[in-house]
């Protein structure tokens, strides 16, 4: 496909992603029913589609949009946020190599985004703006400029089966590139060949998992020792079960409430020659030494690698996040020994769902204190994350 004809098709796509439905799903749709299209193309239209997700409310100020971005406004802006002349834009849009219609007059104006709102330049829902700023403060422009560009892949080196350097060693025999990441010892980040990774043999040996850095840190920081009885309660498809189980001999237990998430956890486990047991509630037998809690949550801190989740979500999702985030805090405390630890995570930004949900638990758990709080934000390289971990007082 022509470089305008891969714009054509993120058009298209866009379209019906902005008319309210899921852009993975739209994608493969999409791919299914373009057969010619190689694996270079659909990765360079995915590409187009995320980077205007991630970049919504700049590009379609870029491209003119007015007040519904349409995917014809958004890759004009893209181009010009991408340093396109007018003169190239022009081309790309001249009706020619199965390419977009030609510029309209209106579509020639090129706006400014010295110009636009701030919560425009650095494209964030209105409502959650202030939500920002208050949790972030003096890094809340900073953080948010990091969250208009694709996040970096990272591996974590199961240091079970070998060392950081020999798993940089084998990648490279993949023609996959990695560089050692400060926040985390067991952290590479993929510098090169990213889409190889899942075919490379590091992967396929359990090697190397795909885990964001920060997501590392935050294992990095539990307590875990040997012959600890550990249960992971929203483990979801097992990522943070397998990087504890591979940080010392223990007895970890995943369970979801979705058992179809953990689905994948047997198999994940084999792999990196790890032995977690899945478990649904009625099965779980307590008490657990360490019981994390990897709350379901806004994701705020993750939505540079799911840009669509930062427009879907609305006051009313938040609040109902919250509340569920205090329920599961309230029914895992009971599971923890007396002298064990609680730790809660999420991967959002919010106060609402991390300091605040610190406050309201001990108001509610008078019985309990924190030991510490940690934000990870995207300013460290990786996802923004929050830990708190809370024990019982003696
Ligand atoms: C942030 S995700 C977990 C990600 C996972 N820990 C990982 O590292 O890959 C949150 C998970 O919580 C689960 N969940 C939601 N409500 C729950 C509940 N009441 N009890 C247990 N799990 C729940 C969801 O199904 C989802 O898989």
């Known amino acids: 496909m022509t470089p ?22 739209v994608l493969t749709t999409w791919a299914r029913s373009n057969r010619f299209a190689g694996s270079k193309d659909r990765a360079a239209i995915r590409d187009h589609c995320f980077d205007a997700l991630r970049c919504l409310r700049s590009y379609a100020w870029l491209g003119n949009a007015g007040e519904e971005p349409s995917g014809r406004a958004l ?3 893209a181009l010009r946020a991408q ?50 700023q208050s949790a ?15 996040a970096a892949v990272f591996l974590r080196v199961n240091l ?91 007895r ?8 179809e998430r953990m689905r994948d956890v047997p198999v994940r486990a084999a792999r990196a020659g790890a032995r977690i047991d899945t478990a ?24 540079r690698r799911a840009p669509q989740a930062k427009w879907d979500l609305t006051p009313e999702r938040l609040a109902q996040l919250t509340t569920l985030q205090a329920e599961i805090l309230d029914e895992t405390a009971p599971l923890v020994a007396a002298s064990g630890v609680l730790a809660y995570a999420t991967c959002s930004l919010f106060e609402a769902e991390n300091s605040r949900q610190v406050e309201a638990f001990l108001t509610r758990h008078p019985e309990w204190s924190v030991q510490n709080t940690r ?8 996802d923004g994350f929050f830990l708190a971990q809370f024990q019982r007082q003696s």
Request: proline residues 5%; negative net charge.
């Open 83 to 132: 340093g396109c002349s007018e003169a190239a834009l022009a081309e790309m849009f001249s009706a020619t190599g199965y390419g977009p219609a030609a510029l309209s007059e209106h579509e020639t104006r090129m706006p400014s985004l010295q110009t636009a709102p701030p919560a425009v330049a650095l494209d964030v829902p209105d409502w959650l703006f202030p939500l920002y």
């Open 160 to 250: 079970a089966k070998g060392t950081r350097e020999a798993a940089q060693e084998d990648l490279r025999a993949d023609g996959i590139e990695t560089q050692p990441h400060a926040l985390s010892d067991t952290a590479l980040e993929v510098t090169h060949g990213a889409r190889a990774v899942a075919r490379s043999a590091a992967y396929v040996s359990g090697l190397v998992e795909l885990q964001d850095v920060a997501s590392q840190a935050l294992v990095d920081a539990l307590p875990l020792a040997q012959g600890m009885r550990v249960l992971d309660y929203c483990a979801g498809g097992g990522g943070k079960s397998l990087a504890m189980a591979a940080r010392a001999q223990m």
């Open 280 to 303: 649904l509630q009625s099965e779980l037998r307590g008490p657990y030494d360490l019981v994390l809690v990897d709350a379901p949550c806004s994701g705020s801190g993750s939505w």
């Open 136 to 150: 972030l403060r003096v890094d809340a422009h900073p953080i948010l400029e990091l969250c208009r560009h694709r």
């Open 4 to 25: 305008a004809a891969r714009i054509a098709a993120a058009i298209e796509i866009l379209d019906t992603v902005l008319s309210g439905q899921n852009a993975e799903r």
């Open 375 to 382: 934000l990870f934000t995207p300013l460290e390289g990786g």
């Open 252 to 259: 970890v237990t995943a369970h979801d409430i979705s058992a």
């Open 75 to 77: 890759m004009i802006g």
